[in-house]
């Protein structure tokens, strides 16, 4: 059942579309985002990548991604797509400690600011979880791609995150995200649902394919771990769960705790299963 209404004093940069980005910008989440690649994150895509493609990334965050798709399509252009200046700052930063050429444009995905026909690649990870309408924002991803194009999108599914060992505190960890998600205008179980939202708005051919993120050895562990025992006591969603009263600030400090057991636990396994669609037509 998802949770109650969005506080107005909930944390987080809000969309034009009313939706509140559920994980903020602290530094711990910033953490996260930074160390993503096009090989970790989008490998499903990369084959179908040539010199010369014009690519739109929308929801481009800290650009991580963004500049390694930069480098696979040049001398092709990028676009980067963000909603609010905050995050297009982080991704014009990484542009250019990184050299590449990416076009920056603050706009709003469910209405993107950009001409019919412009892109041979739309792509976007871990956008539609947190977007109000993901079906409306694929269709103008369907609508700025050109003729022959793909759009190309990957979603986690918070409900088949499996870990070990089965700590209590975990599992009300994930039941208080993905409350705090729902109560943002997300969904934060896109995954499974991207097939169904791609036929939605309107695409003829959806190729559906998965793929995992895996923490299961010490390094793994620890930067996980330690990246959200920091997260669920500092980060926007620690505002909301105690402004809300869903969590006491004791809980979340025992949640903290139980990550970091988990980190420290030789037998410990994380899975994040992710779905991920090429659409066409």
Known sequence: MRGGPVSPDSPGPRTPEGT????????SVLRSHNVRTAADSAAYLLPHLRAGMDLLDAGSGPGTITADL??????????????TDQAMELTRRTAAERDVNVRCVVTD??????????????????VLQHVGDPVQALREMRRVCRPGGVVAVRDADYAGFTWFPQIPELDRWLELYRRAAWANGGEPDAGRR???????????????SSSTWCFADAPSRAWWGGMWAERILHSAIAAQLTDTGWATRAELEAIS?????????????LVIPHVEVLARG
């Open 257 to 269: 705790a139980a990550w970091l057991r988990w980190t420290e636990s030789p037998d410990g396994v």
């Open 20 to 27: 509140v980005y559920t994980h903020g910008h602290h530094e």
């Open 109 to 126: 995905v469910h209405r993107l600011d950009l001409p019919d026909d412009s892109f041979d690649v739309v792509h976007a990870h871990q």
């Open 70 to 83: 930069a480098e696979a399509v040049a001398p092709g252009t990028v676009t980067a797509v963000e909603a």
């Open 194 to 208: 991207l097939p169904a939202w791609e036929r939605a708005a309107g695409f003829a051919e959806v190729e559906v």
